[in-house]
């Protein structure tokens, strides 16, 4: 699942714009494909290191914190997304909430719901490209556009056998990252 748009100082509907590409489109997708799944399946989402849990305003990152975090309520923060990013602090990368936020939740969704809907031994991972030259990462990122398949290669080419320690987790560079 490769989603990803993102706006230089959006409005609040270009905000809901990217809330719904980034997120609640992988949500749609991810539920009509996964009857179709093989029992040995993967599915890999694609995020970012702007994703992170600790890169985010304390409001949000407290409601993907919550122990009892279900779809519904994943759900829910999404959609009351501009008001539970009010205390965001930009950063050198993104001096708006909503793309790090999509994808924050993409990572929620990822780690702590998704793994609960597979089979036996389907897994799911959240992969981070990395700055890439692509039209969304600029000529001026640091890789070339080749190099953000690295990941998703390797975690395809892994046996086919659930891995706990990868199944769920967020990816960056073949290594695990956290939340």
């Given at each position: 699942n490769n989603a990803g748009i993102?706006?230089?100082?959006?409005t609040d509907e270009e905000a809901k714009f990217t809330i719904q590409t980034n997120f609640l489109s992988v949500i749609k997708l991810t539920d009509k494909l996964i009857p179709l799944l093989a029992e040995d399946g993967k599915i890999l989402n694609m995020s970012s290191s702007l994703g992170l849990f600790s890169g985010q305003g304390e409001t949000l990152r407290k409601a993907l914190e919550e122990p009892k975090l279900d779809l519904p309520r994943l759900l829910e923060v999404a959609n009351n997304f501009l008001e539970?990013?009010?205390?965001?602090?930009?950063?050198?990368?993104?001096?708006?909430?909503?793309?790090?936020?999509?994808?924050a939740l993409l990572n929620a969704y990822t780690s702590r719901i998704l793994p609960g809907q597979l089979g036996a031994n389907q897994q799911v991972y959240a992969i981070c490209p990395g700055w890439c030259r692509t039209d969304m990462g600029t000529d001026s990122a640091s890789l070339p556009?080749?190099?953000?398949?690295?990941?998703?290669?390797?975690?395809?080419?892994l046996p086919f056998k659930k891995d706990p320690e990868l199944n769920g987790k967020f990816i960056h560079e073949r290594k695990v990252q956290g939340y």
């Open positions: 993102a706006y230089h100082n959006p539970l990013t009010k205390d965001y602090q930009p950063g050198n990368f993104s001096k708006d909430p909503s793309y790090p936020g999509s994808k556009a080749e190099a953000g398949a690295d990941t998703p290669l390797y975690l395809i080419e």
